[in-house]
């Protein structure tokens, strides 16, 4: 499978942390993935998620799970079996708790990842009955995105030195290969003035009074362009009769 898409952007707030998400087949309801460099594991049951809370503390970089647990209220955290073992697990609501009152960046990071990606993607599982497969392959594309988009804008700065990138806009192009996540960014740097758009699109944001702005050179230049373009093909037509 491929997946292409563009992506016009103007600021990143930083980087997207890695998520893959897969589900456990030895048991029903127990979800695993990546955050940065730490696994962590949730437990989906008929009253919500549980997060793993020594996967939470060693995340977020607490320095023991106790210490985390000890900012909690005794509803937000919980025993649970899994398999054969008993896991002490933070509900939802308690993990946001527990983060909050961290103010590391790793602790902002995961807030953010967990509130934009992980639980959003997790309700639409719930509501619409996804599969496995498209759930792991919807936020595997956000992550692919996120580490295209800021190459991509890396190169740019890189690139352009000192100049005034700062509001300026990048054009991405991004491809995607399940099996082949290896491509390089296709970024560069627009202009504030620039607009991506089709040529039937372009005529009428011309031609409308408050349309795209362009200045009397441009209009001459394009109106000689297409001017040519029109000559060319007749040209070529009478030669055909």
């Not at 962590?40 to 049951?45: A, E, F, K, N, T």
């Amino acid at each position: 499978m491929e997946v292409r898409c563009i992506a016009a952007l103007h600021n990143l707030d930083g980087v997207l942390a890695m998520t893959q998400l897969a589900h456990s087949p030895m048991q029903p309801g127990l979800l695993s993935f990546p955050f940065l460099n730490h696994a962590l594991h949730l437990s989906r049951r008929h009253n919500g998620l549980w997060f793993f809370a020594d996967d939470v503390a060693a995340a977020i970089k607490c320095r023991s799970t106790a210490a985390l647990l000890s900012k909690l209220n005794k509803e937000e955290v919980r025993t649970l079996p899994v398999g054969a073992e008993d896991v002490v697990c933070l509900s939802e609501t308690g993990v946001a708790t527990a983060i909050r009152r961290y103010r590391k960046p790793v602790a902002r990071r995961f807030r953010r990842w967990q509130e934009e990606e992980l639980l959003p993607a997790l309700r639409r599982e719930g509501e619409e009955a996804l599969t496995a497969d498209q759930l792991e392959l919807a936020l595997a594309l956000s992550v692919e995105a996120a580490r295209q988009v800021s190459r991509a804008v890396l190169d740019a700065v890189l690139e352009n030195g000192e100049a005034c990138w700062q509001h300026s806009r990048w054009l991405v192009t991004l491809d995607y290969e399940r099996h082949n996540r290896q491509k390089r960014p296709l970024g560069r740097m627009m202009g504030l003035n620039s607009s991506i758009t089709t040529l039937d699109a372009l005529a009428e944001l011309i031609a409308v009074p408050d349309g795209m702005p362009a200045t009397d050179t441009e209009l001459v230049k394009l109106a000689a362009a297409c001017h040519l373009r029109l000559a060319e093909r007749m040209s070529l037509r009478v030669a055909d009769e």
